[in-house]
């Protein structure tokens, strides 16, 4: 069996010094194995880089604080180990509670570690041995020549303390600050960053510019795509993006399509499918009239939302991430007519409480104002390669269809390959609530059947509580909004439409099918399925920007 042979003070220092090192090592690690391609591996092998050989120092003072204590051999030795991983287990449970451990990023808490183990290396030598020099445990005292070997030692040591803080000031991970207190150019590429700010759900929420090439590159011909743009990150996901500089067009020529909060021009969407849920306004509904309403679960850059707003449609705006909000107010140019209509908080929880404040007010007798229910419902919840499972399942589109008009429009974004368990157990979940339900992706190719079933595409349910077919009206210049993205895909549909039938063709519709896809809170496998196809979304992802566009957050 192989064991640990550095002395404890040795593997303390070592282990204080690779904590404090550990920013740099895990970015430059986590870069250059991303770069392989393999979402698997990748982080396997970053772990291997920057923790194995501090958890090889570790388990290496453990053992030589056995040597000292005596203790080889005895039965405390074969427990040890066990108890040391119990004692971190509790660690974590405790550090929550403490407010430097909250506030702390991941890198003050590597360095804290890291200087704390160093002022104990530094303090080592001049602890007390149990028992002392020259009893029965310990018989052979160091002769006078090693004390002074010794001494010199620890005076070094001691001269070092006054350079820790200097350690905790200079060894920064290569991270952007959080938040970003001004756009950051990166030196070698045409890439800013206006904003990268920390969240408590994506990790990291940033907004970055791939910037048009200079003149010097364009006359060289070294132009890549693509460039001119503006997106929006959350951890590995991209929320959405518009395009920037000189792609920022309009259909009249007259400026750009838009402005954000800082008066820069932005114009269209780079992705279709926030564009393709808009669908849901061209749905025919013969008894509409009046103010309508629209309920926008999940916001990503806004674009849907603003479009919304800008037909006149009162829009309730519900997010999670109020840094995901900030961004694309402040960015991507989203305008909130009605800002008491934004609620930052889990879409579960919103449809719950609406649903309970309707039954309640019926109960009492009290009049409910049926024109306030939803008219539209766009529900667009994809990040990290996967969706929150508990926005999907059968009893969250029961509460839906309570605070929704019936006759009104639920547009579901889903991403991900049309064969999939997971699309097939969204689309039947769907069903089972929705009598009516058209299928449409974002994509402006002509695919092939296989194609179909098999790409990575964004997918989106349009779906009603109405027992009526769903009938689209022609798309016209009103729905447009100078944007000649949505000219090509408004008008487009039907060639983007995939029957029901194709996603469920060759499956076997009876109980068992149900038992397996119909997504109930009791029995939901969806992020179990996500978990595996959010590996094959990371490659599709990693694809679409160059690395170190990636790298830098």
């Avoid at 700010?197 to 003149?215: D, F, N």
């Avoid at 060289?220 to 000189?246: F, K």
């Avoid at 309707?358 to 009492?364: G, K």
């Avoid at 469920?504 to 179990?528: R, S, V």
Wanted: glycine share 6%; with cysteine; net charge negative.
């Amino acid at each position: 069996m192989f064991t640990p042979t550095p002395a404890f003070s040795t593997c303390m220092f070592a282990a204080g010094a690779l904590l404090c090192a550990m920013p740099q090592t895990a970015y430059w690690a986590a870069a250059y194995t991303g770069r392989m391609g393999d979402p698997v591996w990748g982080p396997v092998g970053t772990h291997a880089v920057a923790l194995l050989p501090v958890l090889y120092f570790g388990v290496a003072m453990v053992k030589e604080l056995q040597k000292d204590n005596d203790l080889a051999g005895s039965p405390f030795q074969a427990i040890s180990l066990p108890i040391c991983r119990m004692a971190i287990m509790t660690l974590q449970d405790l550090w929550p509670t403490i407010s430097f451990v909250q506030d702390a990023s991941n890198r003050d808490l590597c360095v804290a570690l890291g200087m704390v183990t160093l002022v104990a290396w530094v303090a080592y030598p001049f602890l007390p041995t149990f028992p002392p020099p020259g009893s029965p445990g310990k018989p052979n005292a160091p002769s006078p020549s090693l004390k002074l070997r010794a001494s010199n030692s620890n005076l070094m040591r001691i001269a070092l303390l006054p350079l820790l803080p200097y350690v905790f000031t200079y060894i920064q991970s290569p991270t952007l600050p959080k938040p970003l207190l001004e756009p950051y150019i990166h030196p070698d590429i045409p890439l800013r960053v206006l904003s990268s700010v920390t969240s408590p759900y994506s990790g990291v929420v940033l907004v970055g510019e791939i910037l048009p090439p200079t003149p010097a590159a364009v006359k060289a011909g070294n132009v890549t795509e693509p460039h001119s743009l503006r997106y929006l990150r959350a951890g590995h996901s991209l929320l959405g993006g518009v395009w920037i500089a000189d792609r920022v067009f309009r259909m009249d020529a007259q400026g750009p399509l838009d402005w954000d909060s800082h008066a820069t021009a932005i114009g269209d969407s780079i992705y279709g499918a926030f564009v393709t849920q808009e669908a849901a306004r061209l749905v025919q509904r013969p008894g509409a009239s009046g103010k309508q309403n629209a309920l926008m679960i999940g916001l990503g850059a806004g674009i849907s939302t603003n479009a919304f707003i800008k037909h006149g449609v009162s829009t309730t705006i519900v997010e999670i991430d109020q840094a995901v909000y900030d961004a694309a107010t402040e960015y991507f140019g989203l305008k909130v007519a009605e800002p008491e209509k934004v609620h930052i908080t889990d879409g579960r929880g919103f449809v719950i409480q609406t649903r309970r404040a309707l039954e309640e007010a019926r109960q009492a007798g009290e009049p409910v104002d049926e024109s306030g229910l939803y008219d539209y419902v766009v529900h667009d919840l994809f990040s990290g390669g996967g969706v929150p499972g508990h926005l999907f399942t059968l009893r969250f589109w029961q509460d839906l269809r309570q605070i929704i008009k019936s006759d009104a429009v639920v547009a579901v974004n889903f991403a991900g390959e049309l064969e999939s368990d997971s699309s097939k157990a969204v689309y039947l979940t769907l069903k089972e609530v929705f009598p009516q339900c058209r299928v449409f992706h974002d994509s402006m190719e002509l695919l092939s059947e296989e194609r179909l079933k098999h790409d990575f595409l964004n997918w989106i349910f349009i779906c009603s509580p109405s027992s009526d077919p769903i009938v689209m009206r022609p798309a016209v210049e009103d729905d447009f909004l100078q944007s000649f993205l949505r000219s090509k895909l408004l008008t487009t549909l039907t060639e983007r439409e995939v029957s029901g039938q194709f996603i469920t063709q060759g499956m076997d519709l009876g109980e068992d099918a149900k038992k397996k896809y119909i997504l109930i809170d009791e029995k939901n496998p969806l992020a179990d399925w996500q978990n595996k196809e959010a590996l094959n979304h990371w490659k599709v992802i990693r694809h679409v920007i160059p690395d170190v566009v990636w790298e830098t957050y």
